[in-house]
């Protein structure tokens, strides 16, 4: 596979129910990101690891938890979640270059979350 | 403020025509600046990245970029109704720290 990969691409869950996304990157990249795409709101970043390590946390209700076990994996954690929570989730990788301000991100497909 | 604004739309334009993409941003420390499109239920698909003031183009595409001004621009030349998505404009403050608008939804019309 080529790319950066998210499952599932569809998910419903209750509200009591826990449930994780997945994204798999395979373009070498070190960095990964997690988004949230609502309707007619802008992108959202929630989290980003950079060298397997959490650099950014954009105040994400505990609810959602992220995980990144190594630089090609990462994972969304999703437990009590509300209704306003339905959205896209969308993964993204960027590799940091040092000697370049240029971190061009790259998106999974997303994965549909609906919860009821 | 928004920290990044850009005009909803939709933008119409006729097949053939240029279409003029907007964005202004409001961090001056702001260093780098991309544009995607993004396809009705599909994600956000990279199109430019732009760093340094004046023009970049590649293909139908140039992408705008004045500092003083805070402000970035797509230009699409020769449009196609295979064009018409929503734009997002993506600026990156520091490090891994990015921030979308809201897009422009343009239609090109055949």
């Known amino acids: 596979e080529t790319g950066v990969t998210q499952t599932p691409r569809h998910l419903v869950m209750g509200m009591t129910n826990k449930k994780s996304l997945k994204c798999e990157q395979h373009l070498g990249h070190n960095a990964m990101y997690w988004y949230k795409q609502s309707a007619k709101k802008p992108l959202e970043l929630m989290f980003v690891?950079?060298?397997?390590?959490?650099?950014e946390n954009n105040s994400v209700p505990s609810r959602f938890s992220p995980e990144c076990p190594n630089s090609s994996h990462l994972f969304l954690h999703l437990h009590t979640l509300q209704p306003e929570d339905s959205a896209l989730y969308l993964c993204?990788?960027?590799?940091?270059?040092?000697?370049?301000?240029?971190?061009?991100?790259?998106f999974g497909p997303g994965t549909r979350l609906t919860v009821t | 403020q928004k920290e990044v604004e850009q005009n909803s739309g939709p933008l119409s334009v006729p097949e053939g025509a240029i279409a003029s993409l907007n964005c202004t941003y409001s961090d001056r420390v702001s260093q780098s600046f991309f544009w995607y499109r993004q396809y009705s239920g599909k994600s956000p698909e990279l199109i430019m990245s732009?760093?340094?003031?004046g023009d970049k183009e590649d293909g139908r595409f140039t992408a705008q970029l004045n500092k003083a001004s805070q402000y970035v621009s797509l230009l699409i030349r020769d449009s196609q109704p295979s064009d018409s998505a929503t734009y997002l404009c993506a600026v990156n403050r520091y490090g891994q720290n990015f921030v979308f608008g809201p897009g422009t939804r343009l239609s090109v019309l055949p």
């Open positions: 690891y950079s060298l397997e390590e959490r650099v």
């Open positions: 732009i760093y340094s003031n």
């Open positions: 993204a990788s960027s590799q940091e270059k040092p000697t370049s301000r240029a971190y061009e991100q790259y």
